[in-house]
């Protein structure tokens, strides 16, 4: 494995980390927590260390399942996790029920970390963010309210997810912000113009989540297969015009892939790690076979040549779609 420095730490992350999300929600039924225990334990051995979960994937289930691996390795794993999404009465799927809001109002971060805490079993977290910024409290109360938890010793970084570059800037004023969770892969790019170049300024590391557009950059994702519980289902990326134009944008990409004699999945994280030396991307997996081809890509060095065949790919295949629909585009402000 290869590392990053973390933020302005001595810290050193693996290249790539793991995202569990998957392991315990959003897609689907294929849920299997042996298997998932597995590829946890299997990072540890391939010297990935950086997990990213969150408190509202399947309602805490997914920091549970985590702990069960966690509690005898705590010292190798640098554990992430988040809180600001609720589910009304922390029941039912956030990701194709109604009714998920986002709190981040003092009493509910106290509570919050407490909780996280028991579920994970660890008296500390080392990267806590706020999955979105409330736009019903002000942003000082919430990162005040942060900053205490890192005084008190039960997280010691604090993130944001999906902010916009100045509430980033204000957000690192009060207390310093480690790490930047967003979107960034070969399907949406919108973080580069001012957020990737503000954290890379900061020194922030910037984590991409989904690098692999949900799976669909890999090329290998049967859309016909997924279950009316999946939550791609109702993302625009897998539908019509956009779908097609994704599907074609992927077989181009596997043809660079074939040509280097590397997977297209690997081509779409080597991508994103090679955009700036601050990136950590954690391609989301509950699969052995997928984590250990993922783990490959941290030594796949694309060529400025590669880079540009693959710019000249997304250019043929711009019509990429919108990568919310209107229930999740709530959550999200424009930079
Ligand atoms: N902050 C936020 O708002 C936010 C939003 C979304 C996600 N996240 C975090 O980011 C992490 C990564 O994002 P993500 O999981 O949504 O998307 P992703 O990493 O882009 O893709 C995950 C999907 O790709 C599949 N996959 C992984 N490696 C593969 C390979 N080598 N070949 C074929 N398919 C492969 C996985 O399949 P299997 O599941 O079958 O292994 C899963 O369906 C999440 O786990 C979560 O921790 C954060």
Same mark, same amino acid.
């Not at 334990?41 to 289930?61: K, M, P, V």
């Not at 990409?253 to 991307?281: G, H, M």
């Given at each position: 494995?290869?590392?990053?420095?973390?933020?302005?730490?001595?810290?050193?992350?693996?290249?790539?980390?793991?995202?569990?999300?998957?392991?315990?929600?959003?897609?689907?039924?294929?849920?299997?927590?042996?298997?998932?225990?597995?590829?946890?334990?299997?990072?540890?051995?391939?010297?990935?260390?950086?997990?990213?979960?969150?408190?509202?994937?399947?309602?805490?289930?997914?920091?549970?399942?985590?702990?069960?691996?966690?509690?005898?390795?705590?010292?190798?794993?640098?554990?992430?996790?988040?809180?600001?999404?609720?589910?009304?009465?922390?029941?039912?799927?956030?990701?194709?029920?109604?009714?998920?809001?986002?709190?981040?109002?003092?009493?509910?971060? +106290? %509570?919050?970390?407490?909780?996280? !805490?028991?579920?994970?079993?660890?008296?500390?977290?080392? &990267?806590?963010? $706020? =999955?979105? @910024?409330?736009?019903?409290?002000?942003?000082?109360?919430?990162?005040?309210?942060?900053?205490?938890?890192? +005084? %008190?010793?039960?997280?010691?970084? !604090?993130?944001?997810?999906?902010?916009?570059?100045?509430? &980033?800037?204000? $957000? =690192?004023? @009060?207390?310093?912000?480690?790490?930047?969770?967003?979107?960034?892969?070969?399907?949406?790019?919108?973080?580069?113009?001012?957020?990737?170049?503000?954290?890379?300024?900061?020194?922030?590391?910037?984590?991409?989540?989904?690098?692999?557009?949900?799976?669909?950059?890999?090329?290998?994702?049967?859309?016909?297969?997924?279950?009316?519980?999946?939550?791609?289902?109702?993302?625009?990326?897998?539908?019509?015009?956009?779908?097609?134009?994704?599907?074609?944008?992927?077989?181009?990409?596997?043809?660079?892939?074939?040509?280097?004699?590397?997977?297209?999945?690997?081509?779409?994280?080597?991508?994103?790690?090679?955009?700036?030396?601050?990136?950590?991307?954690?391609?989301?997996?509950?699969?052995?076979?997928?984590?250990?081809?993922?783990?490959?890509?941290?030594?796949?060095?694309?060529?400025?040549?590669?880079?540009?065949?693959?710019?000249?790919?997304?250019?043929?295949?711009?019509?990429?779609?919108?990568?919310?629909?209107?229930?999740?585009?709530?959550?999200?402000?424009?930079?």
């Amino acid at each position: 494995m290869n590392y990053r420095k973390f933020a302005n730490t001595h810290i050193e992350l693996s290249k790539i980390g793991l995202g569990c999300m998957g392991m315990s929600a959003a897609y689907g039924e294929d849920k299997d927590d042996k298997e998932s225990i597995a590829t946890l334990e299997r990072s540890i051995e391939l010297g990935i260390n950086f997990w990213d979960s969150a408190d509202i994937y399947a309602n805490g289930t997914n920091e549970k399942l985590i702990s069960q691996v966690l509690k005898n390795n705590r010292d190798k794993i640098f554990m992430a996790t988040k809180f600001g999404f609720r589910m009304p009465d922390n029941k039912g799927d956030s990701f194709i029920a109604s009714g998920i809001y986002v709190d981040c109002s003092v009493k509910h971060i +106290k %509570e919050a970390v407490e909780n996280s !805490l028991k579920r994970l079993k660890t008296d500390y977290i080392d &990267l806590y963010y $706020a =999955h979105r @910024i409330d736009p019903n409290i002000p942003l000082e109360e919430t990162i005040e309210a942060m900053s205490q938890l890192v +005084k %008190e010793g039960k997280v010691k970084y !604090l993130g944001l997810s999906e902010c916009t570059a100045d509430e &980033l800037k204000k $957000a =690192h004023t @009060i207390h310093p912000i480690s790490a930047l969770q967003s979107e960034y892969s070969l399907l949406y790019r919108e973080v580069e113009k001012e957020i990737l170049p503000l954290t890379k300024e900061l020194g922030i590391t910037f984590v991409p989540f989904a690098p692999l557009g949900r799976g669909l950059m890999s090329n290998k994702l049967d859309i016909n297969s997924l279950s009316s519980s999946d939550f791609r289902k109702n993302l625009p990326r897998y539908e019509g015009e956009y779908l097609q134009n994704n599907q074609k944008l992927t077989a181009a990409l596997e043809e660079l892939a074939l040509s280097k004699n590397v997977t297209t999945a690997q081509v779409a994280i080597a991508w994103v790690i090679a955009q700036s030396d601050n990136i950590i991307p954690i391609p989301g997996t509950k699969k052995r076979t997928y984590l250990e081809s993922n783990a490959k890509a941290v030594d796949l060095n694309l060529s400025s040549s590669d880079l540009e065949k693959i710019e000249v790919i997304l250019k043929k295949y711009p019509n990429v779609g919108p990568r919310y629909s209107q229930r999740e585009n709530k959550f999200i402000k424009k930079s």
